[in-house]
């Protein structure tokens, strides 16, 4: 029961079949996968050494990817019973670190290409930042630390398989060929699991579909496939839970241009403890919504085909580089007439009270042209309410009152 759709995961896998076993034929990489003894471990002490060199190469990357790291730390050992793997969460109380454990009793059923994928789901990038991050969280209540929500734990743990990639910590293409792997078994329980449960589908017809589209071999197939029977759309969340992150990652990215940051996007995610998935997306489209710059400025002007709004875009970007101390925020009116009112924020202080993009410009050029001049010792307050620490001058509405300054993290 093949399946005839030319997806990106099959010319991916002939791609690297054709560099590292010398074939792009889909049946012959899944056959040399499956049963080619030199593509698969001889013992236990094998499996523990590259579970361990995997981590330590993502130890070493972690920093460059993530702001927040857990101060727990992330071992590795193997147990002849259980999963193939799986990850095992520090203790609340610090005395215990993260461990990745590996099933060693068959050491022949593990291929060489698998594990550092799994090492990366498991442990690092994957479930231990996950939920050593949420063990560790001091504001959020102790059922956010440990409670599972699958499409997002395990839509994290897949997604850093990928992630794995772009951070460059795959040895070589016979690892990243393990990559596909695991994207093969994933992709297969979509199919199968609503083949069997919505679409009638037999157990043989279950174990034949994921032989005849995947490197497993009989033994795992048929455990997964047994799984699934009883345990309906379990297996389903894993990868619905990695393409949600993935279109929340580019939607961010679409709306940030150069100002996404990798790490402000993985510390948003992993920051809060365990929620659903509408949860999440809310949170970062939050974030990256929450300070957008003068590139996202001259798009909602352009959008309007608005000629006047475009050159006032432009004289923003211009006083916005030359002095580099100055990013918009909120809500802006997409034409030239009173609408939200836009924050300018200077050094995490909020200064509001603007309410039509002439008045903004022109307090904006007064402000970067004598802001050495003033002091923070005056506050003002628009007929909003809204309070600043940092004087605008030119403001019709405001008038200077005795304030504290206003709290850095509004805004």
């Given at each position: 029961?093949?399946?005839?759709?030319?997806?990106?995961?099959?010319?991916?896998?002939?791609?690297?079949?054709?560099?590292?076993?010398?074939?792009?034929?889909?049946?012959?990489?899944?056959?040399?996968?499956?049963?080619?003894?030199?593509?698969?471990?001889?013992?236990?002490?094998?499996?523990?050494?590259?579970?361990?060199?995997?981590?330590?190469?993502?130890?070493?990357?972690?920093?460059?990817?993530?702001?927040?790291?857990?101060?727990?730390?992330?071992?590795?050992s193997e147990t002849p019973s259980g999963p193939l793997a799986f990850y095992f969460r520090p203790a609340a109380d610090g005395s215990r670190p993260g461990t990745f454990f590996?099933?060693?009793?068959?050491?022949?059923?593990?291929?060489?290409?698998?594990?550092?994928?799994?090492?990366?789901?498991?442990?690092?990038?994957?479930?231990?930042?996950?939920?050593?991050?949420?063990?560790?969280?001091?504001?959020?209540?102790?059922?956010?630390?440990?409670?599972?929500?699958?499409?997002?734990?395990?839509?994290?743990?897949?997604?850093?398989?990928?992630?794995?990639?772009?951070?460059?910590?795959?040895?070589?293409?016979?690892?990243?060929?393990?990559?596909?792997?695991?994207?093969?078994?994933?992709?297969?329980?979509?199919?199968?699991?609503?083949?069997?449960?919505?679409?009638?589908?037999?157990?043989?017809?279950?174990?034949?579909?994921?032989?005849?589209?995947?490197?497993?071999?009989?033994?795992?197939?048929?455990?997964?496939?047994?799984?699934?029977?009883?345990?309906?759309?379990?297996?389903?969340?894993?990868?619905?839970?990695?393409?949600?992150?993935?279109?929340?990652?580019?939607?961010?990215?679409?709306?940030?241009?150069?100002?996404?940051?990798?790490?402000?996007?993985?510390?948003?995610?992993?920051?809060?403890?365990?929620?659903?998935?509408?949860?999440?997306?809310?949170?970062?489209?939050?974030?990256?919504?929450?300070?957008?710059?003068?590139?996202?400025?001259?798009?909602?002007?352009?959008?309007?085909?608005?000629?006047?709004?475009?050159?006032?875009?432009?004289?923003?970007?211009?006083?916005?580089?030359?002095?580099?101390?100055?990013?918009?925020?909120?809500?802006?009116?997409?034409?030239?007439?009173?609408?939200?009112?836009?924050?300018?924020?200077?050094?995490?202080?909020?200064?509001?009270?603007?309410?039509?993009?002439?008045?903004?410009?022109?307090?904006?050029?007064?402000?970067?042209?004598?802001?050495?001049?003033?002091?923070?010792?005056?506050?003002?307050?628009?007929?909003?309410?809204?309070?600043?620490?940092?004087?605008?001058?030119?403001?019709?509405?405001?008038?200077?009152?005795?304030?504290?300054?206003?709290?850095?993290?509004?805004?």
């Open positions: 029961m093949r399946n005839t759709r030319n997806s990106e995961l099959d010319e991916e896998y002939k791609e690297l079949g054709a560099e590292v076993l010398g074939t792009s034929d889909l049946t012959e990489i899944y056959g040399r996968l499956r049963n080619d003894p030199e593509l698969h471990f001889e013992d236990g002490p094998m499996i523990v050494a590259a579970s361990k060199a995997a981590l330590a190469k993502a130890k070493a990357a972690m920093g460059d990817w993530f702001g927040r790291l857990p101060e727990a730390d992330c071992l590795v590996v099933n060693t009793s068959d050491p022949s059923g593990w291929g060489r290409f698998e594990i550092e994928a799994l090492a990366y789901h498991e442990g690092i990038p994957g479930h231990h930042l996950q939920l050593a991050i949420a063990g560790e969280l001091q504001d959020v209540p102790n059922f956010r630390k440990h409670a599972h929500i699958t499409a997002y734990a395990e839509g994290w743990g897949l997604y850093t398989e990928r992630l794995a990639d772009e951070m460059g910590l795959y040895t070589g293409p016979l690892e990243r060929i393990g990559m596909l792997s695991m994207d093969s078994m994933r992709a297969g329980r979509l199919v199968v699991d609503t083949g069997m449960h919505a679409h009638g589908w037999s157990r043989q017809q279950a174990i034949d579909f994921l032989a005849s589209n995947s490197p497993m071999n009989v033994g795992q197939i048929t455990n997964e496939v047994d799984r699934y029977i009883g345990w309906p759309g379990q297996a389903l969340a894993y990868m619905i839970g990695r393409l949600e992150i993935m279109r929340m990652r580019q939607e961010a990215r679409d709306t940030m241009g150069d100002r996404f940051d990798i790490k402000g996007f993985h510390d948003v995610v992993l920051s809060s403890g365990l929620m659903p998935l509408p949860t999440l997306d809310r949170m970062v489209s939050e974030w990256a919504s929450s300070s957008p710059g003068w590139k996202s400025m001259i798009t909602l002007y352009q959008r309007d085909s608005c000629e006047e709004c475009t050159e006032i875009a432009k004289r923003l970007r211009d006083m916005v580089v030359a002095h580099d101390v100055i990013t918009i925020g909120d809500q802006w009116p997409s034409e030239l007439s009173p609408g939200p009112l836009p924050t300018i924020i200077e050094n995490r202080k909020v200064v509001r009270g603007i309410e039509n993009v002439r008045a903004f410009v022109r307090a904006l050029d007064t402000y970067l042209t004598e802001w050495n001049r003033f002091q923070s010792d005056t506050c003002y307050v628009d007929e909003h309410g809204n309070v600043c620490d940092i004087p605008v001058p030119d403001l019709a509405d405001a008038r200077p009152v005795d304030a504290t300054p206003a709290d850095s993290s509004r805004g």
